[in-house]
């Protein structure tokens, strides 16, 4: 299997990797994946004590400062939009 990289600050962060850790460019690229992800799982699932109206605090601050339209969503307005509406 293949990997082309296209990217020259790639190629040369790959090469460097291999170089400082004393191993093949394939391995350095299966070692920053691995890290990387593992990185991620680590970040996933660490967890926030925070109350969840602390954590949807920003969202629903977000939320509120959208223009307000005053727009009913009903089931007309939905029968129209998938054309099955009286006009």
Same mark, same amino acid.
């Not at 601050?61 to 129209?80: G, V």
């Given at each position: ?41 680590? $970040?996933? #699932?660490?967890?926030? /004590?925070?109350?969840?109206? =602390?954590? *949807?605090?920003?969202?629903? +601050? ?5 223009? $307000?339209? #005053?727009?009913?969503? /009903?089931?007309?307005?939905? =029968?129209? *939009?998938?054309?099955?509406? +009286?006009?």
């Amino acid at each position: 299997m293949v990997i082309h990289v296209k990217d020259d600050e790639t190629d040369a962060l790959v090469r460097r990797l291999a170089q400082e850790r004393g191993i093949g460019i394939t391995a350095a690229i299966k070692e920053a994946v691995q890290e990387a992800l593992h990185a991620d799982t680590v $970040r996933a #699932n660490e967890q926030d /004590d925070r109350p969840l109206e =602390d954590r *949807l605090k920003p969202l629903l +601050d977000r939320l509120d400062r959208l223009p $307000r339209t #005053n727009f009913r969503a /009903d089931k007309k307005f939905f =029968d129209e *939009l998938w054309g099955e509406g +009286d006009g």
